[in-house]
């Protein structure tokens, strides 16, 4: 009997509210004191198609999603075929007998338990809607689990209107009775609550920690056009915005986006966007202006994978160079990755906070499996990282010498920054290059003058991010192999750690934070002390290996990419590694 | 009060004698006076083309942005800080062309603003090629046999889009346009003036005198401007008789009215500092 330690995948047609029921039972199991990992594959379409939800939970930190499923919920005979080899032996199909026929055969395997339930039956007894089909199978779910069916109902009471709530767990006891009564304890998964249960500790996606960030640094105005996978950051602060007093916006398009946050930016609002690949190029010509008029939006860039329009609701990296080099000619910015929610959270405050300080763009970049999975991770510090908005002048009038200058040489490159509305001051800024008034200039020595100011910026962004964790180590200091990456394959990376880990293999791990500006020294000074190095990455030439090389003439030894669409899995990962080492 | 002599700045001007844009200048300049708007409560935001350098020669606050987007970075700086008067200037090239995709979206959105739109009918600064609003037949660089398809109406889009107000002046008479202007910006709401302004140097056809000929003023035949499809009429008339002034001019809620949250501060005064977020990570639990 396994307790405590679980990897459930429901299935079904894209609108059946799979994605509802996976995150309704990985709740569940939060409330019972487990840690969660939820993550969801869905495509292009709003009928029909084949969506899962995967949920892992352990009485143990789960970084990402497992390679096997232990307890498959099939709304449709599909899934049981499409999902049947990553079933372990001994694995349970919760599935409605009655709509679907499926045999050993089919399965091509006899060590599967199928546990048939008239989730039909049920749903039409209780005259609710077909979609509350899953619902029955949740209930069925936690009766094998030998779970507790309060710690569902709970999640329901909370997630729905208290009417539908109270037909949804009708509906979950009915398909827990059934199955208590057919099934017993027939299945080889046990889930109990654990002395955690109770602990607050919080469960969302990546895209929702961005929001939280935002929202906790100020961010006052939120510009944005849809685009999966970026969007549910939209769909998270439009709620929001009474409650904060903020600006939530959907603009025609990217490029009004952009434009519309720099202005925010401009008039001394802390404002963000955010987007994909081909929205980020909508931006690119924004994202410049934002350089040359030292302007300080925050530009989140949810990749997934290309050229083009790629796989829509597929996960990549493919974008970092892109992110570091967007737009023509040349000016700071700072590209940070965070890895997990927790990192999505804290990092957005700290582009913030490096936004204004150094009156550049700031560009967070994600990707769909971080955005859109859940993660768990205790309640954010609020206060551990505090506001800093630099050389802005908050008095309502400037009373400094002479006139004011926005675009002002000092020793720094960074200008004190009044906001339009301020006494005294004129704020003027440009696209074009500028004097220090802002006033359009073609001159040669001005113009060197002026792109020196800018990169000055940059020497003192990359002194103040010394004190910033650009990079973070995980494992022991002497190790077999380090693993280096960056965004998302944090998750994967880690699990694959511990599956090692238990197989006598050492290897320790360098996850690069801040991509932009590059923490040469800190990344070398690891990499010198690395036995081998193996990059991991979720794209065809890893870049990540490229920008290496040219920050530190460094050759990485081995290379593992993953350009499919789907995240790495911790199993197939750790194989991976092994076979290069 | 702000005088002329406040909004002089020490840049030299570097458009052609004899600009149309002269007259923009400075009947911009006459309407902040005649409005009593100090320098430091106005913002001109302009794009790219000759227009665009309206930033260098008044002595406001500014931002001089990038081809086709004086509308959406207006909007910015209007949402964030709606204390300030915000007025964009744009080229015929930059908003009917470049920044086309913005044009109906900032009628029917309705954000307190002004766009005085610079329409010499031409691409002046890359010198001499068609834009949207040239003449059909219009020979230019990139058109050398003519200009094929007929020319954009933005007074008639600005009106289907839901604009509460909708001009069009006249650079070649100043006062006339100075008044539009002092209109467009009292008006609470998306406030659009398209302004013939010749360019002496690449519009062989549509002159002053072209102009002269043919401009007649909607207020001196007792036009309604509260009616929308009168206003409609208008603004499709073309060819010996052309209309300025202001074709329809009635208020709706700005977008800023809908948002009840912000009724007693700007964003701008909105604290950054301990936003606590506690009530939506609970909902996390």
Redesign the interface.
């Known amino acids: 009997m396994i307790t405590n330690k679980i990897s459930l995948l429901v299935g079904g047609e894209a609108g059946a509210g799979i994605t509802r029921s996976g995150f309704l039972f990985a709740k569940t199991c939060l409330r019972g004191g487990l840690y969660v990992f939820g993550a969801n594959d869905y495509q292009s379409l709003i009928r029909g198609g084949h969506n899962f939800y995967t949920v892992r939970a352990d009485r143990e930190m789960v970084y990402s999603q497992a390679d096997t499923v232990d307890l498959l919920l099939a709304l449709n005979k599909e899934t049981i075929l499409f999902h049947k080899d990553e079933l372990v032996s001994g694995a349970g199909v919760i599935y409605d007998g009655d709509q679907i026929s499926i045999t050993d055969e089919e399965l091509g395997r006899g060590d599967i338990k199928l546990y048939p339930v008239p989730l039909r039956s049920i749903v039409k007894e209780l005259e609710g809607p077909q979609i509350m089909e899953n619902t029955v199978a949740l209930g069925a779910a936690i009766a094998l689990l030998d779970y507790e069916l309060e710690l569902l109902d709970s999640v329901l009471r909370d997630t729905f209107s208290p009417k539908t709530a109270e037909q949804n767990m009708e509906a979950a006891k009915q398909g827990y009775d059934y199955t208590r009564e057919h099934y017993g304890n027939s299945f080889g998964y046990r889930l109990k609550k654990t002395v955690s249960a109770g602990k607050k500790r919080i469960f969302l996606t990546g895209n929702e920690a961005i929001g939280l960030g935002a929202i906790n640094a100020g961010c006052k105005l939120y510009a944005a056009y849809p685009m999966t996978p970026a969007t549910s950051i939209l769909h998270f602060l439009a709620p929001l915005d009474r409650q904060h007093k903020m600006v939530v916006i959907q603009t025609e398009n990217e490029i009004a986006a952009v434009n519309m946050v720099a202005g925010a930016s401009y008039a001394g609002v802390r404002s963000m966007t955010a987007t994909s690949g081909g929205g980020f190029c909508l931006m690119s010509e924004g994202l410049g202006m934002t350089g040359m008029t030292e302007t300080s939006p925050v530009i989140v860039l949810v990749q997934r994978p290309g050229p083009s329009t790629g796989l829509p609701t597929y996960t990549a990296q493919g974008d970092l160079r892109f992110a570091i080099h967007a737009s023509q000619g040349e000016f700071p910015r700072v590209v940070i990755a965070p890895g997990n929610v927790e990192e999505s959270f804290c990092m957005t405050i700290e582009a913030f906070n490096l936004a204004e300080k150094f009156q550049i763009p700031a560009l967070i970049i994600s990707d769909k499996y971080l955005a859109e999975s859940h993660g768990t991770a205790e309640p954010f510090d609020q206060s551990r990282i505090g506001i800093d908005r630099g050389k802005l002048i908050t008095e309502t009038e400037y009373t400094g010498e002479g006139e004011y200058k926005r675009h002002k040489f000092t020793e720094d490159g960074i200008s004190p920054r009044a906001i339009p509305g301020t006494k005294g001051a004129i704020v003027r800024t440009n696209a074009d290059e500028h004097n220090e008034l802002g006033y359009t200039t073609e001159d040669p020595v001005l113009t060197t003058k002026m792109t020196d100011k800018r990169f000055k910026k940059l020497d003192a962004l990359n002194k103040e991010l010394e004190n910033y964790e650009t990079v973070k180590f995980y494992g022991p200091a002497k190790a077999d192999a380090t693993i280096i990456g960056w965004g998302s394959t944090k998750g994967p990376i880690r699990e694959a750690m511990k599956i090692l880990g238990k197989e006598g293999i050492t290897v320790n791990y360098l996850q690069i934070v801040y991509l932009h500006p590059f923490p040469a020294d800190k990344v070398q000074r690891i990499l010198q002390s690395a036995k081998k190095t193996i990059v991991v990455e979720n794209n065809k030439t890893s870049m990540l290996s490229s920008l290496i090389r040219e920050r530190l003439l460094t050759t990485v030894d081995h290379k593992i990419l993953k350009y499919d669409g789907r995240p790495f899995n911790p199993e197939a990962l750790s194989q991976s590694i092994k076979e290069v080492l | 009060m702000v005088t002329l002599d406040d909004l002089k700045?020490?840049?030299t001007n570097t458009w052609c004698p004899g600009c149309g844009n002269f007259g923009i200048l400075m009947a911009f300049k006459k309407a902040l006076i005649e409005l009593g708007i100090e320098?430091?409560?106005a913002?001109l935001?302009s794009g790219?083309g000759c227009h665009?350098?309206m930033?260098?020669y008044v002595?406001?606050?500014?931002?001089?942005?990038?081809h086709g987007?004086v509308?959406?970075?207006?909007?910015?700086?209007?949402?964030?800080?709606p204390?300030?008067k915000v007025v964009g200037f744009a080229g015929d090239a930059d908003q009917y062309n470049e920044g086309w995709?913005?044009f109906a979206?900032a009628a029917r959105t309705n954000i307190d603003m002004t766009l005085i739109v610079h329409d010499n009918m031409v691409l002046g600064l890359t010198t001499g090629q068609a834009t949207s609003t040239s003449q059909q037949g219009f020979k230019s660089k990139s058109t050398p046999f003519g200009v094929i398809p007929p020319m954009l109406n933005p007074v008639a889009h600005a009106l289907v889009s839901d604009g509460t107000f909708v001009a069009r002046g006249f650079s070649g008479d100043m006062f006339h346009l100075k008044n539009l202007i002092v209109e467009a910006i009292k008006h609470r709401g998306f406030a659009f003036i398209d302004v013939f302004q010749p360019c002496v140097t690449f519009n062989y056809l549509n002159t002053y005198d072209w102009f002269r000929q043919r401009v007649y003023k909607l207020e001196d035949e007792g036009h309604d401007v509260t009616d929308r499809k009168k206003a409609l009429e208008k603004a499709l008339e073309w060819g010996d008789r052309i209309p300025i002034g202001i074709f329809y001019n009635k208020e709706r809620p700005t977008y800023y009215d809908n948002?009840?949250?912000?009724k007693d501060?700007p964003?701008?005064k909105?604290?950054?500092?301990n936003?606590?977020?506690?009530?939506?990570?609970?909902?996390?639990?």
């Open positions: 700045t020490p840049k320098r430091e409560e913002v935001v790219i665009g350098k930033v260098n002595n406001i606050n500014g931002f001089h942005g990038i987007r509308l959406p970075l207006a909007q910015g700086i209007k949402l964030a800080n204390e300030l995709g913005h979206h948002l009840p949250h912000l501060a964003l701008t909105v604290p950054t500092e936003v606590d977020v506690t009530s939506t990570l609970n909902e996390m639990m």
